[in-house]
Nanobody
């Protein structure tokens, strides 16, 4: 059973930075794609950023230019560097890993709160 454990969330003022990390219990090289999603209260879960095994990254328009996703195949980790944070970035952030279109795994989530 694959486990994903997120860390790095917390409370930060607007304009600040946070770095989220996701540790996988297995080699992340087995995942064709990994990503970060978020869910704010009363809203649907949405994609923040994804990255393929080959390192190709995609970002939601709402975070483009402020967020960087990276994966370390040697350490089996997925990171999300978030800068210039805004109150609307407040949400629970989830790590996702996909082996294929059917087999996907989720972490338990980490809370990010941005105060104005």
């Amino acid at each position: 059973q694959v486990q994903l454990v997120e860390s790095g969330g917390g409370l930060v003022q607007a304009g600040g930075s946070l770095r989220l990390s996701c540790a996988a219990s297995t080699s992340i090289f087995s995942f064709t794609s990994m990503g970060w999603f978020r869910q704010a209260p009363g809203k649907q879960r949405e994609v923040v950023a994804t990255i393929t095994r080959g390192g190709s990254a995609n970002y939601a328009d709402s975070v483009k230019g402020r967020v960087t996703i990276s994966r370390d195949n040697a350490k089996n980790t997925l990171d999300l560097q978030m800068d210039s944070l805004k109150p609307e970035d407040t949400a629970v952030y989830y790590c996702n890993a996909a082996i294929n279109i059917i087999t996907k795994y989720w972490g338990q989530g980490t809370q990010v709160t941005v105060s104005s």
